[in-house]
């Protein structure tokens, strides 16, 4: 059974970045086959996917998000991890690291619990 | 269009059947997912593909596309079905691959 977890910090400041890590255990990150996920939640609002990466480093992003997004691997620490720059208020979040399939059908079969990081000075 | 549209809200009386729609364009060219949330925990997955259950999902979870459209259908809703679900597709409009998710609809068991 694949599982993953975020840590980092829950409070960042406005115009900083924002720094998380999924360690992702029951499974290797290059096995292939998966697009290893970022996806964040509004409190109390939808989804929204932040963007993915394979075992190889290649990386797709949300177009709205793209020019402050960095999703990189690990393959030897089995983790992956997300910065997102020049943070705002409105990126006070729920964000959830999660595996996704590689080919179609898509979907997102295992996620982690999420953490807050809330954006406050 | 990039959007996945659901109905916010939705209620069905207990062990009857309820349908969950979402509506997009993306569909037409990929199979949505759907996910089952409750408070304060992480989405679970529920119905993937033409019409997959991952394991431990009960078999009252079913799904179906038909053009533009996915459902989500609960055979005989349970109380501990009352929750948001959310669908969820690749979208490959503008030649830009994303993945993009419906507002989510809440589930509410009478």
């Known amino acids: 059974q694949v599982q993953l977890q975020e840590s980092g910090p829950g409070l960042v400041k406005p115009s900083q970045t924002l720094s998380l890590t999924c360690i992702v255990s029951g499974g290797a990150i290059s096995s292939g086959a998966y697009y290893w996920s970022w996806i964040r939640q509004d409190p109390g609002r939808g989804l929204e996917w932040i963007g993915y990466?394979?075992?190889?480093?290649?990386?797709y992003y949300n177009t709205s998000l793209k020019s402050r997004v960095t999703i990189s691997v690990d393959t030897s620490k089995n983790q992956f991890s997300l910065k997102l720059s020049s943070v705002s208020v409105a990126d006070t979040a729920v964000y959830y690291c999660?595996?996704?399939?590689?080919?179609?059908?898509?979907?997102?079969?295992?996620w982690g619990h999420g953490t807050l990081v809330t954006v406050s000075s | 269009s990039s959007e996945l549209t659901q109905d916010p809200a939705v209620s069905v009386a207990l062990g009857q059947t309820v349908r969950i729609t979402c509506q997009g364009d993306?569909?037409?060219?990929?199979?949505g997912s759907w996910y089952q949330q409750k408070p304060g925990q992480a989405p679970v997955l529920v119905i993937f593909?033409?019409?997959n259950r991952p394991s431990g999902i009960p078999d009252r979870f079913s799904g179906s596309t038909s053009g533009n459209t996915a459902s989500l259908t609960i055979t005989g809703a349970q109380a501990e079905d009352e929750a948001d679900y959310y669908c969820?597709?690749?979208?490959?409009?503008?030649?830009?691959?994303?993945?993009?998710f419906g507002g989510g609809t809440k589930l509410s068991v009478l």
């Open positions: 969820n597709s690749r979208d490959s409009s503008d030649n830009h691959v994303r993945v993009i």
């Open positions: 999660a595996r996704a399939s590689y080919g179609d059908p898509y979907y997102i079969d295992f």
């Open positions: 593909g033409k019409n």
């Open positions: 993306s569909l037409r060219s990929y199979y």
């Open positions: 990466i394979n075992w190889v480093g290649r990386t």
